[in-house]
Structure formats: structure tokens, C-alpha cells
């Protein structure tokens, strides 16, 4: 193949074209082949524009690409174009301890990542099995996992903000290192989406303390059934390993071949668990893991006599790809989820399958998420063999989806995958992604062809039904969604709310309520999920949570704070730096869309890679894309322990730099504040929460750390840091001005310093440290007034690039674009969306 000319304005050093180097490129760690026209190396945001551009005045597609480790085909030229390698953008460029924060370039190696952040105290969890050589931007195009993710979380987790080159080669930002900021989040969104939105040249990323301590241990099992009830228990009994997993006898017994680490080769099945916190708590929670192990049929339990120890398992475990080669000339590796209580049948119906289609497999897989990975172990250039390989991968991917889990847990669509998105979604979500692929990039410039098929059936929508009085209350999304079909054909405004003590919007023609949409619909503890009717009040699921030993990690500061209007406005307490928020802890929603379309967003699964993540659209969307009829959530167990430190300070700012003195001990901890008491007085508080041994180790380090700036013991409170935030929003009047400011927690200091005296004097505050959030509320005053003191807090925070969103006050402000007081850099992509949801603007 002769090498092809282009008239680029770029050097041969940055756009490669010699059909001899473009070989290499033309597949990743999977199956799928296609050859790019060039590959082109930037060095800056600048660059990735600049190429964009030229590409789309040539017609040429453009497809990004990290390390080539993907294994589904995401980072392969399937349609020829240009492929964008970001290994030249490999700069840490901060990492914060005091924020517990970063920003990094897409070029950097997970591993890289990681162990900068562990030299400052800290941790980033997503670790897939490539992470030796993965680089952080395909790791956010893939939304990567990895063993801790069980505990941790996934990519999507600790990425607040994206620096993006969109489709028209515009730079934009969403999101950044202040949390909860009021913008659709469009970089949940990006995250995951496989570099068919836009091409990430920065990412801001959140760290968490490094444990100090860990136990690893390695448990034999006399059946993969066995091994897969094992962990059900475990889950089902509240307990959270940092890691649960899975591998079988012949994975075993090829890496031990392959890399010697002592595996128990005899044994059908072994599980890997691994325990993190204080040293002084790992020994309680080793043994009582172990006592289910063996009550489960677990044999032969070894723990790890220390870190060489642990680490040579582990590198049993992240060699396996490697081992497989001594048996066969490939293998094909399948990714699905399925909830973890049903990972023993759904094994035994897998194995059933291969043993059908005669195919020698191998388990490796994360059990403590549910995401299987069948080893296929196969010959390439078999052509009769492939076809048994993707007739069973067939089979295997029909049982997940049968069992409400997903076609990909971590590994993406991609083209591997894209032909079961539509046995895996309905028409109208197939659609709904569509419309979202078609507002960031109309022209289907970047990596065309992955994740959705070209062809989507026609989505089903519900006829118009437009009820005829001023307000309506439906019981089904089915309902929800004729009418606000209806409305859309009248072009009649609508808002919704949970109850008619919510408020009534003057400019809305009805006011839909969804206190109707009541009540939990499924509650699986084995799972640690609970799918609940949003119009359900969030103190009555609290309740039933807590009666079964459950939380869901959020609070309502209102008794009839429902959970869909939680969600729909975002309000995440103090607790989320221990649990996450909102954006962190939701699975799946159900929603009626504007035009009649019936969606269900996400899958009640922990990893779930199929698709956009349309969930994360619709927290924070305030009612304005579609009315929310359920909510399925991430549980934790509740805690055995809880202490709150409280300690007298000075003023506000002493608050904020005690408390942020303390950030590199924050494990357990779920809330830092500084509040007035009631004399007046100020202090900071510290609500830690766990296991008893946790909670009173980091209490210990708490205290020596503040004893280190001069303050002294203080005492123990008897409400939580997350109470006494419910209690201060509660206070709000319903004349009063509620504001909630954002900004980078690391600027929490200076952004108290630049506020204006007055600003500060007349307004009652609360500061959740750690998250970087202040919370004030104004008394009643002329609206003139209120206005002055919002735009006096607003200001600072933008400089610091922040924010001051207004959460209640009059209806002249609610209703104004001060409100929000921010324009996001990619507006026009949400109102795109909004339009394709909302075609007659109907919702207010």
C-alpha cells in the first residue's frame, strides 16, 4: 500500500503516514482490524483542535487512542481516518493533597498516576489488569475498573471535570475541581463514551487517602459455584472487602506455569479478598470473612505474610492474559455483568454453554462486581472454531441480559459489542443515545461506528393524553410520559415538583407532581440495591434501609425531601466524602421524556460500560429533561461506629484551615464542618464512621493532627456533621435566600478572605470542608438587597472557578437566569439535547 498524501499543516514527526508505521495501528488488545489513513501525536489542547479541524474540512474521521490495551475494538480505524495518540500529553500537571485533587493529561499511565498520588498519601482506585501500560484518557473513554473497584468505584467515580476538544475543534471544560457544579454533567457523560463525543486532553480527577493498612488472602473452593455463593454471602452480610476475586482451576494452573506464585492449582476455584483500613481493624475483619468463607465450603485459607507476599499474588492475578498464550494462540475474552447474587447460576449456565459449543475456557473475573470474564481459549485462524467462539459469546451475552445485567461491564461496545446494544436496550433508549451522539457531534466525525449500530429501530412512544385542570399526578412512567406527550402537541408548560407543598411555578400551565410514584419496588441487600418510586419521601426508604442494616448515602434536610427531587437537584451532604454523591450512587432511573418516550437510563448493576451513562444527565437536571419515576441506588452497610469531634475555633477561616490540616488522615471520616453553635460560637466537627477500630484509630490521628496547629482536645458531639447540615438547611424560611457556593476545597481559605465583610456578617453559614461547599442562608429582605449579597458571594467564587447557585428563595430569583449565575462552556450541547427530549421547550 502506497503511502497517502495529505496537505496537513503539520510536521511528519506529529502526523504519521508511512503505510509501514500505520501497521501497528491498526488493531488494539481485541480481535477487530481496521487501518487509519494517519496517526497523528499532539502535544496540547491547541493541537488536538487544530487537527479536528483539518480533518473536518477533509472528511476524515478521527478516532483517539491511548495505549491500544482496549479489547474492544473502541480505538480501532474501523472506517479508515485518523487516529489521535496521546502519548505525547503525559504530564501530571497537580496533584493537591489539601483538595485531595488533580489534574492530568490523558497520556498518563494509570500505574504513573497512582504512584505519585501514594508518594503525597493518597490513592487513585480505578486499577485495571492493563494498568501497567494503560494511559489515563482510554482509561476515561472506557470508564476502566479493576479488582478495587468493589469498594472504590470506577473511573467515572474520580473524574469531576474534563478539558475536551468537541467535534467543531472548540476547546471546552465541564465540569472542574469544584463539586455539584450547575451544569447538565456532560463530563459523566464523555466519561465512558468511548471518544465518540469529543477527545479529552485534560482530566480533573478526585484522590482518597491511601490505607494504611492492608490483608490480602487466597481461599480454595471445591466448585466455581461453590466460590460464587461464597461472595453472595459475603455482600449479603454487609461486609466490604477492598477486592473479591475469582479465579478458576485452569487459570490457575496456566499462570503457574507461566509465572510460579504458589496458586493453589488442586483447587476448583479460589477467591483473592482483600481487606484495607488501620492495621487495628484487619485482623477482625479477616476473621470474620474467613468464617463465611469456610461456612461456604471455602478450604485451605491463606493470608499473605506480607507485602511480597501480596504482591506476588496480585501478580499472579494481573498475568493472566499473559499465561494463556502456553496453551493456545489466543483467546477471546468475554466481559458481562450480571447481579452479584446470581453469579453461581449464571456460571453454571455459562459453563453449560461452552461445553455445547466445545470450547476450553477459563474464569478470571471480578466476583465482587458481578463482571464475569470467560477466557476463551481459541485459534484465530480456525475459521470454523471463531464461529463456535462468537455463537457462544452469543449465548453468554443473551443469559446476562436475561438476568438484568449488562453486555459489558468494563471493557466497552466498541464494534465488538455494538450488535447486542438493541437485545440490551429498547428502541426508545437506543434512540435516546442517538440523540445524544448527534448533539456533540452531528456529522459523526469522531469514531464513527462504535457503540450504536447504524440501523436502530424506531423508538415506541406513548400517545398524548394532556389532562385538562391545572395540575396532574401520574402513577406510572407510562402515564408520566402521554402527558407530557400531550403537553408537547399544546406546547403547554409544565413543572415538575414532588408535592404541592414544593412550590407552584407562575410561568407553568401545569404543575405535575409525583407523589403518586410512591414506595419501594425492589430491595436486594445480597445485591446492595434498592430501586425505589422517586415520588417515595427519602426518611421513608431510610427507614426501611436502616431496619435491614442499609444505607443509602444521602440525607434529606426536609421530611418530605423525596428521592427524585434529591436526585433532580443534586443536593449531596457532607457524607459524600466517604460514600459519594449522587452521580456516584446512582444505577438506573426510569424517566418519561418530554415526546412521549419511556427510557430506562443505567442497569441495576455496579459496572455497566453499554452505552452512554444517560443517568448522570438526569442528577442535577432540576425537572428540565424529563419526569424521573424510579431511582435504583447503590446500598453501604451502615456503620457499627460513629463519633463527631467538636472543637471551638475562632472564626470561620481557622475553621477551614484546621480542618484542612487533617485532610491526609481522612479514611473514615463522612463530614468535616465548621458551623456556629448555639451561643454563636464557631467550630469544626469531624463525624468518622466504620468499624470500631477504624473509627477510633482515625479519631486518634484527628486529634494529633489538630494538637500539631495549636488546637485543643475538644469534645465528642452526639449529632453527626450530616445532621447538623440537615438541621441548617431546614432553618431556611420560605422568604429566605438559600445558597449553596462551590469551589475548589483547596481554595476554601482564600474564598472566605475575598469575601465581602458585609456578605459574611449578614448571612448564616455552614462549610462542608472537605467537599468545598458553603451553604449560607439570608433572612428575608427586599429582593433588591438578597440580589447583593448573592452577586457578593458569587463573584469570588467564579474567580476561583467556582460557583453560587441559589437552592430556595423568591419566585423573582428562582425564576431568573441569576439564579444559577453560570453559563457552561458546552450550553449549546445541552440545550441540543434538551431539544431532542423537549421539542416544544415544554419543561420548565
Known sequence: MSERSFDAPFSRDQLITDPSELVVYEIDAGFDRGRPDAVFYPESAADVSLLVRWARDARLPVVARGAGTGLSGGAVAERGGVIVEFARMNRILELNPLGRNGIVQPGVVNLALDAAAKKLGLY???DPSSGRSS????????NAGGPHCFKYGVTANYITGLEAVLADGRIIRTGGQAFDIPELDLTGLIVGSEGTLALVTEASIRLIRNPPAVKTMMVSFRSDEAAGAAVSAIIAAGLTPATLEMMDQKVMGMIEAYVRVGLPVEAQAALIVEVDGYAQSLDSQVKEIAELLVAHGGYDLRIAAGEEERQRIWYGRKSAAGAFSRLAPAFYLVDVTVPRSRLAETLHEIAAVLARYNLETGHVFHAGDGNLHPCILCDPRNTEQMERVFAATHEIVAICIAKDGSITGEHGVGIEKRQHMPAMYTAAELAAMRDVKQAFDPDNLLNPGKILPDDLPAPVRM???????????????EEAAAILAGCTVERRRVHIASTERSGRRLDAALQLFTHRLRGVL??????LVVTVAAGTPFHELAELLAAHGFQASFAAPWPDATVGGLLASNLNAPLRMRYGGWRDNVLAVTVALPDGRVIRAGRPVVKNVAGYDLTKLFIGSHGTLGLIADVTLKLTPLPRLRRTLSLPVESPLQGVEWAQATALRWLMTAGVAIAQDEAGG?????????LPEDVDAECE????????????????ARFTVTARWCAHLAAASDDDLLVRVGVPPQHLALYWRMLPEDVQRSGSWLIDAASGLLFVRWPQNDVAMLRNFL???????????????????????????????????????????RRRWDPSGILT
Not at 135 to 142: H, K, M, S
Not at 701 to 716: P, W, Y
Not at 810 to 815: D, G, L, S, V
Request: charged content about 20%.
Open 791 to 833: 452577586q457578593g458571594a458569587r463573584q469570588p467564587a467564579l474567580a476561583l472557578r467556582g460557583y453560587a447557585a441559589v437552592l430556595a428563595g423568591p419566585e423573582e430569583i428562582m425564576t431568573g437566569p441569576e439564579r444559577w449565575g453560570w453559563r457552561a462552556d458546552a450550553d449549546d450541547i445541552a440545550q441540543a439535547i
Open 463 to 477: 400517545a398524548g393524553a394532556a389532562p385538562k385542570g391545572e395540575s396532574a399526578a401520574p402513577s406510572t412512567a
Open 135 to 142: 494511559l489515563l484518557g482510554g482509561n476515561i473513554g472506557e
Open 682 to 690: 464557631w467550630r469544626v466537627l469531624f463525624t468518622v464512621e466504620g
Open 124 to 126: 487513585y482506585p480505578p
Open 701 to 716: 490521628e484527628l486529634t494529633a493532627a489538630l494538637r500539631q496547629v495549636g488546637a485543643d482536645c475538644g469534645d465528642e
Open 522 to 527: 425492589t430491595f436486594a441487600p445480597d445485591d
